[in-house]
T-cell receptor, first 108, second 111 residues
Framework: KNEVEQSPQNLTAQEGEFITINCSYS?????LHWLQQHPGGGIVSLFM???GKKKHGRLIATINIQEKHSSLHITASHPRDSAVYIC??????????FGTGTSLTVIP | SQTIHQWPATLVQPVGSPLSLECTVE??????LYWYRQAAGRGLQLLFY??????ISSEVPQNLSASRPQDRQFILSSKKLLLSDSGFYLC??????????FGEGSRLTVL
């Protein structure tokens, strides 16, 4: 069993739709990271959160520590949001467990 | 502000040739440094990580090696590349339990 599970694996949406990507984890954590990778590109950190909710522009990340679950929401989605979104949590040994990623395609 | 640089961005190498990828971090001290590989359509595989100068931990036995000659410099090397070494290599850093930052990546094709 993977320590971090993401769903869905693939997601296609129409421009303007509200999008939710889910991440569940099985280990105790100090914080959870949401990352974004555009096709052929590097990885960008979107959020690091340990409780509650954070918002950057149209992106919102929430976390429920008791349920070991986090969600990434994108409001008013745009084709430029098309990317792979990756959830990551640290382990006790200076390393990270990564989800397998959610590939999002937003169609104009 | 902190930045991370990784180079070269792209390289094509013949089987059996050496490899050197370099990563430097600016604007911070004593970061944890990581080398990851991402095969096409796959997730991130941790290759090496370092918590200090000269301290390298290897996660995957293979023909790659890493070195940290300076606090903010992390180098990935190979003496003889294999076809299976092709992939997208990413350097990353954190400070303790802080945010995780990645370099721009190096795309290696071994022919």
């Amino acid at each position: 069993k993977n320590e971090v599970e993401q769903s869905p694996q693939n997601l296609t949406a129409q421009e303007g739709e509200f999008i939710t990507i889910n991440c569940s984890y099985s280990v105790g954590i100090s914080a959870l990271h949401w990352l974004q990778q555009h096709p052929g590109g590097g990885i960008v950190s979107l959020f690091m959160l340990s409780s509650g909710k954070k918002k950057h522009g149209r992106l919102i990340a929430t976390i429920n520590i008791q349920e070991k679950h986090s969600s990434l929401h994108i409001t008013a989605s745009h084709p430029r949001d098309s990317a792979v979104y990756i959830c990551a949590v640290p382990n006790t040994g200076n390393q990270f467990y990564f989800g397998t990623g959610t590939s999002l395609t937003v169609i104009p | 502000s902190q930045t991370i640089h990784q180079w070269p961005a792209t390289l094509v190498q013949p089987v059996g040739s050496p490899l050197s990828l370099e990563c430097t971090v600016e604007g911070t001290s004593n970061p944890n440094l990581y080398w990851y590989r991402q095969a096409a359509g796959r997730g991130l595989q941790l290759l090496f990580y370092s918590v200090g100068i000269g301290q390298i931990s290897s996660e995957v036995p293979q023909n790659l090696s890493a070195s940290r000659p300076q606090d903010r410099q992390f180098i990935l090397s190979s003496k003889k590349l294999l076809l299976s070494d092709s992939g997208f290599y990413l350097c990353a850093w954190t400070l303790g339990a802080g945010e995780l930052f990645f370099g721009e990546g190096s795309r290696l094709t071994v022919l």
